[in-house]
């Protein structure tokens, strides 16, 4: 996956434009006469009076943001209608910090907006705002609106309407329906004071000050107290994100499994980060589950162990490399075979046409035999210069690294950047032509994209063929709150035809020696239920060991509080057919303090 700090910083500078430049602007706005916010919200998600011009909209204050590119407050109508799906609270943008507080009672003239956080091609919904306000304050002190309980009773859980196919599938113009859909429901609260209670953590504390928790607690639950994503029809409609609009310093800092105990309270937001928010007043307590980072077992005398990490754009200039090493010693109990994903050349971002790695992984290395584990050799193949994708100047690729007193590389001179890996047969064996090499490294499949590293590897006398891979990042997808239901999925194209090549390359071995061991892993970027994990599949070439398996023991990635699966080991029938164990080793995803936000993978089989 892309660094999400490189893309929140470019949606910020996007928004701060955004936040004026997306607002309906006429030459000559159209006037509406006094409206209650109610009806300036409708019950749809577009507000009937988008573009006009409203005055004396009243409501009571129930919370004001005075930082970041979205200044403004929130205002509610103390005297709700009985439709339940028009909302009673709406955001007011203000641009500069707001001069009201929290209880005050004011009145508005402004125009009504919608706002697409992120702007419109991200396919967001939008957010009805009152932009260019005139507010007067009328009174101060008085109780806030009683807020809304999301509870487990409440949200239902169907998720989302189909789109309206006249409307490119946007669910924009249909009557919400809060009783059938969670969209719908969190829709029909949009901008409104709402309360949880007692939610546990699904999405542990990130950089940005925000968490995610599950207002139904049964919901797909995992041993970790996670929330498990493991179909396409089920969205796990209990998951919601909270931020503060207090103090960043005192936001909790929280593993998935934690609870927030007591009340959290504050008004319901939508943003291009996870949608549906509830930005609090109010934050409950924070009431630690005690979650440990996982240790998976050694492998023994007559067991492989191939492991796949990724170490999230590791350069020289990191200060995670001994973290990096405990991992994999201690957690992972130094696998025989480690194919490490996103590792940076040697002077990371700067982005100066350098694209060696060696200074990179040899202080992996070296941290890794400081932290009691073996000094692991290694290949690699350094990519063209900005060729692979990822951070500018970073150059990531796949590196192999493995223990020479358990397993032998076999060289085979000739790889590089540009040429393709190949299959031969020696005395009715597989071969590569090139080792280590990489697989159709020219084809448009791995345009600005990691280009499989394939090597050839030994074990007690037996050849195992080893492809790391790094597919095609899920950025440019619709999120799962997108006003277009089913959300589009535009990434997995490019992913389906990279996972069609390996494919098509581990039948070449198979074609040459029926019963070869071969493993393809890596990070996979997409789900063992994909699409992509079908065609990586094929007609039984492959097989994703994941779904060995309990369902709610398939993650290695936590994403807006959805557990899922990202990273993948599949392996050949040889070694299907063998015996062979495997373990999603959770050491980062789960955890507010991770070096990486993927959990390695481990297999152990007997060749």
């Known amino acids: 996956m892309p660094s999400r700090s490189s893309a929140r910083l470019a949606a910020l500078t996007v928004a701060a434009v955004c936040s004026a430049a997306s607002a309906v602007v006429i030459a000559s706005p159209a006037h509406a006469d006094a409206v209650r916010i109610h009806d300036i919200q409708g019950t749809t998600r577009i507000s009937p009076y988008a573009g006009q011009q409203v005055t004396d909209v009243t409501g009571i204050v129930t919370g004001v943001r005075s930082y970041g ?6 205002i509610q109508d103390p005297s709700p209608d009985a439709d339940p799906a028009t909302s009673e609270g709406v ?21 009504v907006s919608e706002f697409v956080p992120g702007g419109a091609s991200t396919g967001n919904q939008s957010v009805t705002e009152i932009v260019r306000p005139t507010v007067t304050v009328v009174s101060s002190g ?12 409440s949200v239902p859980n169907k998720y989302a309407p189909e789109g309206d196919p006249a409307a490119n599938g946007s669910v924009n113009g249909l009557t919400l329906k809060p009783r059938k859909y969670a969209l719908d429901y969190y829709e029909s609260l949009e901008g409104q004071n709402i309360r949880v209670k007692d ?6 504390t990130d950089p940005y000050t925000e968490l995610w928790v599950t207002v139904k607690p049964q919901e797909n639950a995992n041993p970790s107290g996670g929330t498990v994503y493991g179909s396409y029809k089920q969205q796990n409609t209990g998951r919601l994100q909270i931020q503060s609009l207090g103090a960043v310093a005192a936001f909790p800092k929280a593993n998935v499994g934690d609870v927030l105990a007591g009340v959290t309270e504050g008004p319901l937001d939508y943003n291009q980060f996870g949608g549906y928010t509830l930005v609090g007043n109010r934050i ?4 630690s589950a005690g979650l440990e980072r996982e240790t998976t077992r050694k492998q023994g005398e007559r067991e492989l ?4 990490y990724n170490v999230e754009n590791l350069d020289p200039g990191d200060t995670t490399f001994a973290a990096h090493a405990a991992a994999i010693v201690q957690h992972l109990q130094s696998p025989d075979i480690v194919s490490l994903e996103e590792i940076q050349d040697d002077n990371g971002a700067k982005n100066d046409g350098t694209v060696t790695a060696g200074q990179t992984v040899r202080k992996l290395i070296d941290a890794i035999v400081a932290a009691g584990g073996p000094r692991y050799d290694w290949r690699s193949v350094d990519p063209v210069n900005n060729a692979d994708g990822g951070e500018p100047g970073g150059n990531i690729r796949q590196v192999f690294l493995f223990n020479t007193e358990r397993v032998s590389f076999t060289d085979r001179a000739g790889g590089d950047a540009t040429t393709a890996a190949g299959v031969t047969g020696v005395r009715g064996k597989a071969a590569l032509t090139v080792s280590p090499g990489r697989i159709d490294p020219a084809n448009t499949a791995f345009n600005s ?3 499989p590293l394939v090597g050839e590897f030994v074990f007690q006398g037996r050849t195992v063929f080893v492809i790391a891979n790094h597919f095609n990042s899920k950025g440019g997808d619709q999120g799962l709150t997108s006003q277009y239901q089913p959300a589009a999925r535009s990434s997995e194209v490019q992913r389906h035809q990279q996972a069609a090549l390996v494919n098509g390359f581990v039948k070449d071995i198979l074609d040459t020696e029926r019963k070869a061991n071969v493993i393809a892993l890596g990070d996979i970027n997409d789900f063992e239920f994909s699409g992509t994990a079908d065609v990586l599949e094929g007609d039984g070439e492959l097989w994703s060991a994941i779904k060995s398996l309990p369902r709610e023991e398939r993650y290695s990635y936590v994403y807006q509080g959805n557990s899922q699966v990202l990273d993948q080991i599949l392996v050949s029938p040889a070694i299907r057919r063998g015996v062979f164990e495997y373990d999603s080793v959770h050491v980062n995803s789960e955890f507010h303090d991770q070096i990486s936000d993927h959990d390695p993978q481990v297999l152990r089989f007997q060749p």
């Open 305 to 308: 162990a191939v492991a796949t």
């Open 284 to 287: 409950g307590t924070l009431e």
């Open 449 to 451: 994209s990691r280009k």
């Open 69 to 74: 590119s979205s200044r403004g407050f929130w």
């Open 142 to 153: 008085n109780p806030v609106p009683a807020a809304v309980v999301v509870d487990a009773g």
């Open 199 to 204: 939610t546990r953590v699904v999405g542990a």
């Open 91 to 111: 955001f007011v943008f203000t641009s500069s910090a707001p001069k009201v507080a929290v209880g005050d009672a004011v009145t508005v003239n402004g125009t």
